[in-house]
């Protein structure tokens, strides 16, 4: 049990060196190759917190492990909305503003619901997959043209990676990839073997400790920015990091492993996923007579939301295969 406790923590450090490396070579590389900063910060280093949830989600599904591949994308949400989102609002109320509120969070909540009517039939399918593909394409679409209009849909925290020589951000890039493959597959190994010594599902490994550790690209760059006091950034990561997570990495199992859905996925982690969403926007809402916020007593709502649900789950699931 240790050594697969340690396969994850591994696992999970590897994962964010390695997407690291790999948003520096390829950033590094655009920018050699004159490709716009805007696209870049928006489309590369903007997304590339989410690469450690692809990669893991991924080779979950080659590996027949559907459960982890699925749970890591929406376990993924609900740590960033309720754990990372609530533990930025207990150090500092949020600000939310007014543009985010009429848009960005009514779109994560309306893509959340689409991807619930779209698993009614209880199966992840290839269509299901082409119509996530199609709406990544019109997501980014949208990002950038906004961008252009000096709108800023999404604002992504940090400095863009320098110019690089091709040859080195080459180098780079093969090495992240090869290192996110790695620790990938050190983290699954890990994941399943707890899965299986604590008797639950391969589905709830990935909603809670597969989830929560691919997730820290998110908590370190929102609470960064919020220290900074630049609260778009926090919550831009956050709204940026789940509709990702929603329309890109639920295709990894929808185009490699199709097939119903894991038991619960339908009627207890999706509708969970949709109501946490739900109640920030309620609690952005319900702010009177002041700027749109997220306060410290919503934050630990929030959190002790976050809470129960996972103890929920771990005291409830069966194992399922």
Not at 130 to 148: E, N, P, R, Y
Not at 243 to 250: E, P
Not at 260 to 289: C, H, K, N, Q
């Amino acid at each position: 049990m240790l050594l697969s406790w340690l396969a994850v923590a591994a696992g999970l450090t590897l994962l964010v060196f390695a997407a690291d490396r790999f948003i520096f070579g390829s950033a590094g590389l655009a920018r050699s190759l004159g490709v716009s900063p805007l696209v870049i910060g928006m489309v590369i280093v903007g997304f590339g917190t989410s690469a450690p949830e692809m990669a893991v989600s991924a080779l979950a599904a080659v590996q027949g492990n559907p459960g982890i591949s699925i749970g890591n994308a929406i376990g993924s949400n609900l740590a960033n909305t309720a754990l990372i989102l609530g533990f930025c609002a207990l150090l500092r109320p949020v600000l939310v503003k007014h543009t985010v509120l009429k848009i960005e969070l009514p779109m994560v909540l309306g893509v959340s619901v689409a991807v619930w009517l779209m698993c009614v039939d209880g199966a992840l399918t290839y269509r299901d997959g082409a119509v996530l593909a199609l709406g990544l394409v019109g997501f980014l679409g949208w990002m950038l043209i906004s961008a252009q209009r000096g709108e800023a849909p999404i604002e992504i925290e940090g400095e863009l990676p320098p110019a690089i020589p091709t040859v080195q951000a080459v180098i780079w890039i093969v090495v992240g990839l090869v290192l996110l493959i790695a620790s990938s597959q050190l983290l699954i190994w890990g994941a399943v073997n707890i899965a299986r010594a604590f008797g639950v599902s391969d589905l709830v490994v990935g909603l809670t400790v597969v989830a929560i550790g691919t997730s820290l690209p998110e908590l370190a760059a929102s609470v960064a920015g919020l220290l900074k006091g630049e609260d778009d950034i926090a919550l831009g990561n956050i709204l940026g990091s789940n509709l990702f997570n929603l329309l890109a990495i639920l295709q990894a199992p929808a185009w490699l492993a199709p097939g119903p859905l894991p038991e619960g996925v339908l009627y207890r982690d999706l509708p969970m996923m949709i109501a946490i969403t739900l109640a920030v926007l309620v609690f952005a809402w319900s702010a009177r007579g002041r700027a749109p916020r997220i306060n410290r007593v919503e934050g630990g709502i929030l959190m002790v939301a976050y809470v129960g649900y996972t103890a929920y789950l771990i005291h409830t699931s069966p194992i399922t295969g």
